[in-house]
């Protein structure tokens, strides 16, 4: 209690698109002193934050059924590609097949530096109410696709501006309603793509088996529908339109903080959705069966699930930054100790998916909080969407190239590739944290 108190009298959160010296406050339970980044244009008192309370926890409630029908569905999109290339896409190689995902969540990503403003200035009901019905529309059609071309419209284009319109709203509105609390409910928010990571493959596994491509999308429509409804009915906004500020604010990247944030995040999301992407491809080249492969998308998505809870606890306790670096130093561990030496060994690989899905999970939840501890609240959606815009490009090659080179080098090289790619996040996420202290480095500290 006294901590709290202490925490409500004392402003010593910076929220701020240019470093200032950061203030500095005791914290007995936990750490010597804690810092959080801010601007100087705000003080703490601008805004108020219920922090809780029905109405508060039914928005996360409802990112969390959006989070899960859009998200959790791109997540099980290797499962997609392994079906169109043994049927409707035969004929094209793994890297044609990974442009259709990779150009969804490109313009899943790329688009938020648009839809973010618009959140800004006129809330979040319209965009989710027109992204969930061309969401819901795109998986009917995609029930009809055959061709190439069709996939790629339909799924690719139609599929990843819908659900650019879906994820960003979703995901800024969290900022309407909590600050101190934020990680935590971002981090609610984020499970609903893990269990949608779960649930799906294991639907989708159930009727590719008894049904035919058509009547599987539409079930999965039927599913996806109930899911944008139920976001539709507890998403509301709060706070007062923000009518200044165009899509982009290249300003953002004159801080340090934000620019080596940005590089972290770009990093990383290129070694998920390439994981994700390749990885029941990557089982069958390295002579696991395709049901292994369905098992191991849906335990690293549990082990997501977990991740995602409580990576958003810890890092309303030890500071957003410190827990990013703990999760990313825990993914590098992991894949280089575990899933580097996998070879045939089945029961390894088994491991390798909950401990790995464990630390994606808690990176990408840390993500957008990490962005969002750099801004004012109602310049959120406008901060986190010129972010994304740079992350969608390393989504975009990132399934493309690895399809291209796993068959070509191998699967051990082609871990090997993402643990060094781990290792730049890693670091950007280091200079990141030592930009907020204005680069006098100090472990001891909350931020």
Request: with cysteine.
């Amino acid at each position: 209690m006294a901590r709290d108190a202490q925490a409500q009298d004392s402003p010593h959160e910076l929220t701020a698109t240019y470093p200032t010296s950061p203030p500095l406050a005791r914290d007995h339970h936990i750490f010597e002193r804690d810092v959080e980044p801010t601007t100087t244009s705000r003080s703490r008192n601008d805004y108020t934050f219920p922090e809780g309370g029905t109405k508060a926890w039914l928005v996360i409630f409802g990112s969390f059924c959006i989070i899960a029908g859009t998200f959790g569905l791109i997540s099980s999109v290797g499962l997609f590609q392994a079906y169109w290339q043994t049927d409707q896409l035969s004929s094209y190689t793994t890297r044609d097949i990974g442009w259709i995902s990779a150009v969804n969540v490109f313009l899943n990503l790329f688009l938020g530096v648009q839809i973010g403003p618009l959140f800004d200035r006129y809330g979040p009901r319209w965009l989710i109410l027109s992204g969930s019905v061309i969401y819901v529309l795109t998986l009917v059609l995609l029930a009809e696709c055959k061709k190439y071309y069709q996939f790629m419209l339909v799924y690719g284009v139609l599929g990843g501006v819908s659900s650019a319109f879906l994820t960003t709203t979703a995901l800024a509105v969290v900022a309407h309603w909590f600050e101190k609390k934020r990680g935590i409910a971002s981090g609610i928010a984020f499970v609903g793509s893990s269990v949608g990571g779960i649930m799906f493959p294991l639907i989708l596994k159930s009727v590719f088996e008894h049904l035919s491509w058509a009547w599987s999308m539409r079930i999965v429509a039927l599913i996806v529908a109930g899911m944008m409804i139920a976001g539709n009915l507890c998403i509301k906004g709060r706070l007062p339109p923000r009518k200044n500020g165009g899509a982009v604010d290249l300003r953002c990247f004159r801080d340090a903080r934000f620019s080596w944030a940005t590089v972290g995040v770009s990093c990383f999301e290129f070694v998920l959705f390439g994981a994700l992407g390749l990885l029941p491809t990557y089982a069958i080249l390295q002579g696991f069966s395709s049901q292994t492969a369905f098992n191991i998308i849906a335990i690293l998505n549990a082990g997501s699930a977990l991740g995602r809870s409580l990576s958003g606890y810890i890092s309303d306790h030890l500071g957003r930054f410190n827990t990013m670096l703990l999760t990313l130093i825990w993914s590098l561990v992991v894949t280089l100790a575990l899933w580097l030496p996998i070879g045939k060994q089945v029961v390894l690989f088994y491991i390798f998916a909950p401990l790995f899905g464990f630390g994606s999970g808690s990176i990408i939840s840390m993500a957008p909080v990490c962005i969002g501890q750099l801004c004012k609240a109602d310049e959120y959606g406008q901060f986190y969407g010129t972010s994304y815009s740079v992350v969608a490009f390393a989504v975009l090659i990132c399934i493309p190239v690895g399809g291209e080179l796993l068959p070509a080098v191998g699967g051990t090289a082609f871990v090997g590739l993402f643990g060094g790619i781990l290792v730049l996040s890693l670091v950007s996420f280091l200079m990141a944290r030592w930009a907020c202290l204005e680069y006098r480095w100090q472990w001891i500290i909350k931020i």
